[in-house]
């Protein structure tokens, strides 16, 4: 008996396969969606919060000034309220959101070349470093301008950078994540013990260096913040250059060689960058620690792991940490104020024993 083709029924695999198929597309269409909707809403909230900090900085000091005082100091540039602004909490304000935006992409490319969460300016020992090396050269050259402590902060960046993953990728895996990291711990903990020792044995370093040596971004002239531009420019833009091949980077070196990534230019390039903004913040603000940590996982949460994201949302993300620590820093006090470096350390202590405890942190 022979059978027609419309009695002979289709697989049921092969029948099905349209329906699964236009729903899996269904699913990814709207997984899509909603990591777009969450990351326009991070956006959103962290370009708001960007704005009510600046805000809050020009109006939170010593003399508190209101928003009407601001709206007319800026169109009578004459007056007290703009002289205010101008000298002491404009640059202050801007050294914030430059030094914040540094420390945060500079923590965000050491997370993600190195495959650890728990990677940071800080505690990798990049600002100790730096702050030795600006020590060094304040002890055996009298040097403490921003025109001369830069180049310094550098030199011990850069040294730091090299020396700590060296050690890191001297076992027979490679790089490994927790070796840098305790590397890092070590070298930053042995420089920063003879930075206090050299600001301890010469009072005149230790009076030029006390402020300085605990982060913090007031007192800053705003013709200082020009030296240090170039450096963070150059820095940022390395950043955003290596930023979608640090994607395939961070999958692994043997899948990312097979992707067609050339896995040492990027590292060195991201390791430049790195090193610039580091070095470039901790000359201008002193050594300023937790940003770089804190502010990529924060992020993260609403970019996902696109790094090209993660850097755009520390851009913006990370000044927001700065600020609002200063702000806080200027008012928990009746007479004086806290180093930003001070408040931060306050609230990235317990942010790092939780990402150690979690132990799985954010993948990247």
């Known amino acids: 008996m022979r ?20 729903e899996a597309v269904d699913n990814a269409r709207a997984a899509i969606s909603v990591s777009r909707r969450r990351r326009m809403l991070g956006f959103a909230l962290a370009v708001g919060a960007l704005a009510t900090c600046i805000l809050l900085s020009f109006t939170i000091g010593s003399q508190r000034l209101s928003i009407e005082q601001i709206v007319a100091a800026l169109q009578r540039v004459d007056s007290e309220a703009w002289t205010i ?19 945060g992409i500079a923590g965000a490319l050491m997370q993600a070349f190195t495959r650890n969460p728990l990677a940071d300016p800080g505690i990798l020992g990049v600002n100790a ?3 030795f090396a600006v ?20 030199l011990g960046a850069v040294a730091t950078t090299f020396a700590v993953w060296a050690i890191g990728a001297s076992g027979r895996r490679g790089v ?8 890092g711990v070590a070298i930053g903990a042995f420089l920063s013990g003879i930075t206090s020792g050299i600001t301890l044995l010469l009072p005149e370093v230790f009076d030029r260096m006390r402020g300085w040596n605990a982060g913090s971004i007031a007192s800053t002239p705003s013709a200082q913040i020009g030296w240090v531009l170039p450096f963070l420019l150059v820095g940022f833009v ?3 250059a290596v930023a979608r091949p640090l994607n395939a980077v961070a999958l692994g070196d043997d899948l990312a060689v097979s992707l067609g990534s050339r896995i040492v230019r990027t590292r060195v ?22 940003v770089g940590l804190m502010v990529p996982h924060a992020v993260r949460w609403f970019t996902g792991p696109d790094q090209r994201w993660i850097f755009a949302g520390s851009l913006i993300a990370a000044p927001v940490l700065v600020l609002a620590s200063d702000i806080v820093g200027r008012v928990v006090l009746r007479s004086g104020e806290l180093p930003v470096g001070i408040v931060t350390a306050f609230v990235g202590a317990p942010v790092l024993i939780m990402l150690v405890r979690r132990r799985g942190a954010s993948a990247l």
Not at 140 to 145: D, L, V
């Open 269 to 290: 390039l991201a390791i430049i960058a790195a090193t610039l903004l580091c070095a470039a913040a901790t000359a201008v603000a002193g050594p300023i620690g937790f």
């Open 85 to 103: 602004i101008r000298d002491l909490r404009g640059p202050r304000t801007a050294l914030g959101i430059l030094v914040g935006a540094a420390l």
């Open 238 to 240: 390395l950043a955003f």
């Open 135 to 154: 020590a060094a050269g304040a002890a055996a050259f009298g040097i403490t301008t921003l025109s001369g402590t830069i180049w310094f902060a550098l």
């Open 129 to 131: 470093g730096a702050a």
């Open 176 to 183: 490994d994540p927790l070796r840098i990291t305790l590397a």
């Open 3 to 22: 059978l027609t083709d419309s009695e002979i029924a289709p697989p049921r695999e092969v029948a099905e396969q349209p329906v699964q198929t236009s």
